[in-house]
Nanobody
């Protein structure tokens, strides 16, 4: 069982940066692949970035490639999403998720946080 708690969301202006954190409970955090998703109003939940359990592999959606960076600290049971050059279309609720497989299939992620709101607006 893994419990996830996101933090770091807020209201920022276009072009600003923000770093999200996701703190995980449980001693098996390091064995899970982690991912960040975003859900904008009226849209499906979108996979933004994922990272393998040791952290050696990462992948990004085209919409955030080059602007967002996912990382993890297994000693701190935390995964991060550094978001730079934010745009209005980045607005949404951001969720972290944990799963046994490093995959882009949303159904494989077993554990989810409650989400944190990010609003990008001038």
């Amino acid at each position: 069982q893994v419990q996830l708690v996101e933090s770091g969301g807020g209201l920022v202006q276009p072009g600003d940066s923000l770093r999200l954190s996701c703190a995980a409970s449980g001693r098996t955090f390091s064995t899970y692949a982690m991912a960040w998703f975003r859900q904008a109003p009226g849209n499906d939940r979108e996979l933004l970035a994922r990272i393998s359990s040791p952290g050696a592999n990462t992948a990004y959606a085209d919409s955030v490639e080059g602007r967002f960076t996912i990382s993890r600290d297994n000693a701190q049971n935390t995964v991060y999403l550094q978001m730079d050059a934010l745009r209005s279309e980045d607005t949404g609720v951001y969720y972290c998720a944990a799963g046994k497989w490093y995959t882009d299939y949303i159904g494989s992620y077993e554990y989810w946080g409650q989400g944190t709101q990010v609003t990008v607006s001038s």
